[in-house]
Structure formats: C-alpha cells, structure tokens
C-alpha cells in the first residue's frame, strides 16, 4: 500500500507550535518548538528534553498493558499526575525559549502508550488534554491515533508525514528508521510524486532497556558497551525473528511488550545485552526487504542511534549507508516531539495524519481532539 499525497491548494498560514513526546522508551518527555504549515514547512526552533525521574518511571511501568485505560481509578490517578508534569515542563520550556514563546498557537501532547492492540482496533494514550489546556492557557491538541485504529489503521506509525516534509530536498528513495521502544521505519521514493510506506519493524530499545534495568539498575545500555562485550544467542535470536510478525507484509504495528516474554533468562548480563540488540538490528535488516525499491541512504534517529554496538550492527546487515539524522542536522532526540507539534497543525487544518501506506488506514484519515483552555 503505498499512497502519494496531492497537493491541498490552500494557501499556507504558518503556526508556532510545542510538542510534547513521551515515547515507548519510557525514559521521559521530550519538548519541541516548531513554526510550520502543517504541510511543507518546517522549521525547528528550540528542543528540551526531561527525564523520568526512576521512582515515577517505575510506576508508569506498572501500568503498562493496562486494558482499563482511565477506567482503572489508578490510572486515573496517575494520568492526572503525568498531565501536570507536562504542564510543569511547558512552563519551563516557555521560560527557556524565553521571546520565541510569544504567541505559541497549539500544543500538540501526544501523552504516554499504555497499550496498543490495533487488531482489537484499541489503543490507549494516557494525559489528559482538556487538564493541560487549562493550565497551559494554549490551545492543546491529543488523541492523535483513536481515529485511525477505530477507523481499521494501525495507529501508527504516526511520524512518517513529518520524515516526508523534513525530507524533501534528499535524495530518494530514501529511508528514515526511528528506534525508540519499537523500531519503525518510513521510506519516502518517487521524486515526482512522493510515495510513502511506513510500517514497525520490531523492538527497539525496550528489550535491552528492561535487560539493562533488570542486571545493571541502569536506564539503558550507554553507546553499546555491555552488548559488545558480550555475544549474542544465536538460537534465541533466531526463534525471535521467526515470530510471523517479521513475515507479515506492512503496514504493521507492534505494541512496546509484544516480545516481553522472549526475554531470555539464562544469559550472562553481558550476552543477553548482545542478544537482544542483535534481536533490534536483524529486524531492521529484515524490515528492508519490504521496501519497494532500496533506499539509497538510512538515516537513523531516536536513542538507539546513540548505541554504538546497535549502529555497527544494522549497518553490516543492511549493506546500505546508514547515518544518524544528526548528519543532516536534524534533532536527533526531538523528532518525535516535532513531529507531533506538525501532527497537530494538520489536526486542526482537517488534513491527514495518517494514510494507507503509513498505518494501513483504508483512505487518508485525520485525527486529535482540541480542546480549548476556557
């Protein structure tokens, strides 16, 4: 399925927007200003990022897989409470950016992923727009993937549409892989008419992260250094890969613990590591065979772009030029966050979020919800 946008013929009206990005990693929230039409235009203007400190992320794990959402009075609780960290991380980034916060237009809050099942045609991102609105003052924007599973998309990937504006001017066909908790990869071809298929690819940093968390008490593997010091399982990290999902035709979305349970259990520290990067890099490979036509580049963004050992991997088994995005000078760490700030102009201008070549949503569908801080 692969869709090329036409063209909207409306003239273009350019807004100042945050976005705000807390992503499968579960390792914090990301905070972009961007100015943008929503369409062509992008221009990234200031980027903070803020951790999680370990006593809440260790409590936002215990409510992931949460089927209840909001129902569940815990989790209530604790969306209320991620609801003002973000407001609290507004305020200061307001104050960081200081005069380029005048006239902020939107807020686009992506909020966190607490379960994904896009065959049950569910998905549940917890924070409260309506909460933030009010304490911001700004117009917030949320909601960006009910519509597009609800309408038989996968709700994701979401960011491709913004790979395809920051990549205009590049060579095609080329590819963008974001490696967060999940892997997913957007190829952008066709000079003239701008083809686009994104789909997931496999974990990213989730499995090696919950290692590292489990072995080490460390957040993730800093640069690579425990997996290379170890070796990977070779029959654990083929069984992985032979799970159908690695088969299946795109577009396709994986929730953040859909392999949770491979973890193996036996392996030194070091070689479980190595295993489960390895796991990271031979899915990526895999995911490049169902691209139409080979990318002349892969540019990588995320935190897995910052691990050396992963890196070294993907580029001997994709045996094409792979490169941070920051070589293109790109934000390498605030995609995402932009991403969603140029998701909530489109929201607002009824444009598409989503198409079929990106989530496998049966026509080009928008989505979010605004709600007004009044």
Not at 216 to 243: C, I
């Amino acid at each position: 399925m692969i869709v090329a946008e036409v063209s909207m013929g409306m003239k273009s009206k350019l807004f100042r927007v945050i976005g705000l990005m807390s992503g499968t990693s579960i390792d914090g929230i990301d905070a972009a200003l961007v100015d943008t039409d929503g369409i062509n235009y992008v221009r990234p203007l200031a980027f903070m990022p803020t951790s999680y400190e370990n006593p809440f992320r260790a409590r936002l794990r215990t409510h992931l897989g949460n089927k209840a959402g909001v129902n569940d009075p815990e989790v209530a609780g604790f969306e209320r409470e991620l609801t003002e960290l973000h407001a609290a991380i507004v305020g200061k980034f307001l104050q960081q950016v200081n005069g380029l916060a005048a006239n902020v237009d939107l807020i686009g809050f992506h909020g966190q992923t607490i379960w994904h099942q896009p065959q049950k045609r569910a998905t549940i991102q917890i924070g409260d727009g309506a909460l933030l609105a009010r304490m911001t003052g700004i117009p917030v924007i949320n909601d960006f993937r009910s519509a597009d599973v609800k309408a038989g998309g996968n709700g994701a990937p979401l960011v491709p549409l913004y790979h395809r504006a920051l990549a205009a001017k590049l060579p095609k066909p080329v590819a963008i892989l974001n490696i967060g908790g999940v892997s997913n990869i957007s190829w952008i071809g066709g000079e003239e008419d701008n083809e686009i298929l994104a789909y997931d690819v496999g974990p990213g940093n989730a499995l090696s992260d919950d290692w590292i968390l489990r072995h080490t008490g460390d957040a993730y593997d800093e640069d690579g250094l425990l997996a290379a010091a170890g070796r990977p399982n070779v029959a654990v990290v083929d069984k992985v890969l032979a799970n159908p999902f690695f088969k299946k035709k795109p577009p396709k979305s994986m929730d953040r613990d859909a392999f949770k349970n491979l973890m193996p259990d036996d392996l030194k520290p070091a070689d479980g590591a190595a295993t489960l990067t390895m796991i990271t890099a031979r899915a990526v490979a895999a995911g490049l065979a169902f691209m139409p036509e080979k990318p002349k580049h892969l540019y990588v963004t995320g935190g897995g772009r910052l691990n050396n050992t992963l890196m070294r991997w993907i580029r001997d088994l994709a045996g094409i030029q792979v490169s941070p995005v920051d070589d293109l000078g790109w934000s390498g760490d605030g995609l995402e966050a932009e991403a969603f700030a140029y998701l909530a102009v489109r929201s607002q201008l009824g444009l598409p979020l989503s198409v079929p070549g990106t989530t496998g949503v049966p026509e080009p569908m928008t989505g979010g919800r605004m709600h007004r801080p009044g």
